[in-house]
């Protein structure tokens, strides 16, 4: 079955510590995106990676961290320099880097600082 | 810089009346637009684009949208509204200028009642 996989699905952070979420795609895309979602907005960019090995930051990349070691995975470490890293995070693909590809996306990961 | 809003945050209708989602953006260049829905905690799910070609383009579940380029519009639009089509609906956009990057709106929640 091909798809995105996210995991975990929930996760809760202590004040003060790392966390890092997964992000894994078996469709053989280039391109992937990690997304913040906050209630009441849109989806804002974190980081895109438009082939391994390679990422540039987003609109809101400070207290985030990523690699693109594979191909296929696209992990995102959230560092206690997030100040309010409780959201929703969304991570996509799309087959290429260009403007006409359409983005599948996985099924999110909510994280909550406790 | 590239933009999108929605003008409505919230659209209700009957089941079986016509619905439309109102999308309008703003880009340097040439616009590629695109449709997602969202289920309640899950990831967007792509719906349809538009390219090039012809204005109104056709998706999945029944949806269609009319680009307007002299409005700087891409509404979205169902003949008969389903109950199931409740959920949350963002625009997004993309040009060639930022290739890697899509922007998206704010998102619209469409109610559909029975």
């Known amino acids: 079955d091909g798809g995105i996989t996210q995991s975990p699905k929930y996760l809760f952070r202590k004040e003060g510590q790392n966390v890092t979420l997964s992000c894994e795609q078996n469709?053989?895309?280039?391109?992937m995106y990690w997304y913040r979602q906050d209630p009441g907005q849109g989806l804002r960019l974190i980081y895109y990676?438009?082939?391994?090995?390679?990422?540039q930051k987003g609109d809101i990349a400070e207290g985030y961290s990523v690699s693109r070691e594979k191909k296929e995975s696209f992990p995102l470490t959230v560092t206690s320099a997030q100040k309010n890293p409780t959201a929703f995070y969304l991570c996509?693909?799309?087959?290429?880097?260009?403007?006409?590809?359409?983005?599948?996306f996985g099924q999110g990961t909510r994280l909550t600082v406790v | 810089a590239q933009s999108v809003a929605q003008p409505e945050d919230q659209v209700n209708v009957a089941e079986g009346n016509p619905l439309t989602v109102k999308c309008t953006y703003s880009?340097?260049?040439?616009?590629?637009l695109f449709w997602y829905v969202q289920y309640p905690n899950r990831g967007l799910q792509f719906l349809l684009k538009?390219?090039?070609?012809?204005?109104l383009v056709k998706g999945s579940y029944g949806f269609e949208a009319e680009f307007n380029k002299s409005q700087t519009s891409f509404h979205l639009k169902k003949p008969s509204a389903l109950v199931s089509d409740s959920a949350l609906y963002f625009c997004?956009?993309?040009?060639?200028?930022?290739?890697?990057?899509?922007?998206f709106g704010d998102g619209t929640t469409l109610t559909v009642k029975p």
């Open positions: 997004a956009v993309r040009d060639n200028a930022n290739a890697g990057k899509s922007t």
């Open positions: 990676s438009q082939i391994v090995n390679d990422f």
């Open positions: 538009y390219i090039t070609g012809d204005n």
């Open positions: 880009v340097s260049g040439n616009p590629y």
């Open positions: 469709l053989n895309h280039d391109a």
């Open positions: 996509a693909s799309s087959i290429g880097p260009g403007p006409t590809f359409e983005a599948f």
